[in-house]
């Protein structure tokens, strides 16, 4: 049994469409149109859409948060339509940080006090809280008021709340939103940590290079279904993305570059250093980035 398995999920909400100035007319939103994916254990699954694509409401639904329409999915083997206690206890969720903190009380008590709400008795969430602390980097701030913590600091604490019951599946809506790359980095090596454990991973994210980096499969949504699934380097191969090459090269007293896309960077290069009237001075080698498969993949609607 994988650790998630959406099966054709669909979901239309009841919504108003302006008309003119002061008119509105009902309409159905199909939110969700046949949305179906797996997560395997010890694997990042990053779901990549454009805004409206359908990526919280999946999150809502794999959260037991909201009921699907038709279709089924189950989370660590549990229903989420008819085991949604079971499945809340196998997921840990990494929402907007700012969601549910008190301010007043310092990032130890706070994790203590979701603790017990998951049913830790007082010297469970204690240590679960102390290790968390310092696993998430954050134990020299243990005790002071989260209202002091950065942005780093509350997604950290957001993290580690997440995993205060040790949960097998953790999901993750856009989590280093707002980060400096030091801190965004820190937590792509603790998702890889997670990973390396056993864990399972949803990510949703529009920072691309991130999805890229942590996660073994990328779904791209549109639509309310996925539309390209596979390891980012087969998403790249897939839609023939170009490498983009450049050369700096010195032609009298000036400083030219030389631009060349191509799929096939080795043989372009040669060809190309062959033909090449000038002293090199440099060469850039670009891979293509997933941004562009996005991109590509969103406007061709390719499968
Ligand atoms: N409660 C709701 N009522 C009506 N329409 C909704 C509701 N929730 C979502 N929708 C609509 O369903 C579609 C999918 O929304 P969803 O929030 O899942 O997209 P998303 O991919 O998470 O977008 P974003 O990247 O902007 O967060 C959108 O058209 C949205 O307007």
Not at 119 to 141: F, H, Q
Not at 174 to 196: A, F, Q
Not at 198 to 224: M, P, Q, R, Y
Request: glycine fraction near 10%; hydrophobic fraction near 40%; aromatic fraction near 6%.
């Amino acid at each position: 049994m994988g650790a998630v398995e959406a099966r054709e999920i669909k979901k239309r909400f009841a919504a108003f469409e302006r008309t003119g100035l002061i008119g509105r007319r009902r309409i159905v939103v199909n939110a969700l149109t046949g949305l179906s994916f797996d997560i395997r254990w010890g694997e990042a699954y990053g779901l990549l859409g454009p805004n409206g694509a359908g990526k919280s409401t999946a999150v809502k639904i794999l959260s037991t948060l909201l009921l699907p329409d038709e279709g089924s999915a189950t989370v660590n083997g549990f229903d989420v339509v008819s085991q949604p206690r079971e499945v809340r206890r196998s997921i840990g969720l990494v929402l907007y940080p700012d969601k549910g903190f008190y301010a007043r009380l310092s990032g130890r008590e706070n994790l203590v006090y979701f603790g017990r709400l998951y049913g830790l008795n007082k010297s469970e969430a204690d240590s679960r809280a102390t290790e968390l602390l310092k696993l998430m980097d954050l134990s020299n701030a243990a005790d002071r008021p989260y209202e002091e913590y950065s942005l780093g600091m509350r997604v950290r604490l957001s993290i580690a709340r997440a995993l205060i019951h040790d949960p097998p599946v953790i999901y993750l809506d856009e989590p280093t939103i707002g980060l400096d790359p030091i801190s965004s980095k820190s937590v792509r090596e603790l998702l890889m940590e997670l990973k390396k454990n056993g864990k399972a991973i949803l990510l949703t994210s529009h920072n691309l290079w991130e999805v890229e980096e942590v996660c073994d499969e990328v779904g791209i949504i549109n639509g309310g279904r996925i539309i390209m699934e596979g390891e980012p380097s087969e998403i790249k191969a897939r839609l023939g993305l170009k490498y983009v090459i450049e050369i700096d090269v010195n032609v009298g007293s000036s400083l030219r570059t030389l631009r060349v896309e191509t799929k096939d960077p080795a043989a372009e290069l040669r060809r190309l250093l062959g033909e090449v009237n000038g002293e090199v001075k440099g060469i850039k080698i670009r891979e293509p980035t997933l941004e562009e498969a996005f991109v590509a993949a969103v406007s061709n609607g390719r499968n």
